[in-house]
């Protein structure tokens, strides 16, 4: 049974620091792994997605990598600033034909303090 | 697109009534999920439909929970009866499914339930 551990549980930085937070996986037979944010009392936003085949992905201040082998996933956070306050989930799609099962890990809510 | 749409997004009740939870994905997508999340638990896959098919509901905590994709435009999460400890934040997403695999997952805002 696949599971998705997150640590730390939370982080908390100054701004302008650049940040990883880190995400491990038990089975390395995944399909793909996605990065979510969740504020406080709303639902998930997608960051990135990372398809097994693929190294990693970027988007704007955001950079994602996966060593699928390890089974290990980083989100990069560079330059944080108080808005990317929020819990950070990481969830992998198992390469099991066809299984659309995500499985979440807790998340890692982080606070940028001004 | 409004994305995934949900409602309620606040219910209250009394335990043993029912409680019916709703959910409009986003047009085009082919699967759709409902997830549960709590403090202690996370995020709990219920059940996820593909083509208006539920695939697999091995996440369905009880007969109590019932779910249902009547059209590609609409599903239903219903709970009778309702207990306390089915107090939780209930999240419905959809993505496109690609026939080898899921794409990514777009949640809704959630119905946060709180049975008394």
């Known amino acids: 049974k696949q599971e998705v551990t997150q640590i730390p549980a939370a982080l908390s930085v100054p701004e302008g620091e650049n940040l990883v937070l880190n995400c491990s996986f038990t089975d390395s037979a995944i399909y793909n792994l996605q990065w979510f944010r969740q504020d406080p009392g709303k639902g998930l936003t997608s960051l990135l997605l990372i398809q097994s085949s693929q190294r990693e992905q970027t988007s704007g201040r955001l950079n994602a990598s996966l060593d699928k082998s390890s089974g290990r996933s980083t989100l990069y956070i560079a330059a944080s600033q108080p808005g990317d306050s929020a819990t950070y989930l990481c969830?992998?799609?198992?390469?099991?034909?066809?299984?659309?099962?995500?499985?979440f890990g807790k998340g890692t809510k982080l606070t940028v303090n001004p | 697109d409004a994305g995934v749409i949900q409602s309620p997004r606040h219910e209250v009740t009394e335990m043993g009534q029912e409680v019916t939870l709703r959910c409009k994905p986003i047009s085009g997508h082919n699967s759709l999920f409902w997830y549960r999340q709590t403090m202690m638990r996370g995020l709990e896959l219920l059940i996820y439909?593909?083509?208006?098919?539920?695939?697999?509901d091995s996440g369905m905590p009880e007969d109590r929970f019932s779910a249902k994709m009547p059209n590609a435009s609409f599903s239903t999460l219903k709970i009778q009866p309702s207990e306390p400890r089915d107090s939780a934040v209930y999240f419905c997403a959809s993505s496109l499914y690609s026939g080898t695999n899921t794409g990514e997952l777009f949640f809704g805002e959630g119905s946060r339930l709180t049975v008394l």
């Open positions: 439909f593909n083509n208006n098919v539920p695939i697999d």
């Open positions: 969830a992998v799609v198992g390469d099991q034909g066809g299984s659309e099962k995500l499985v």
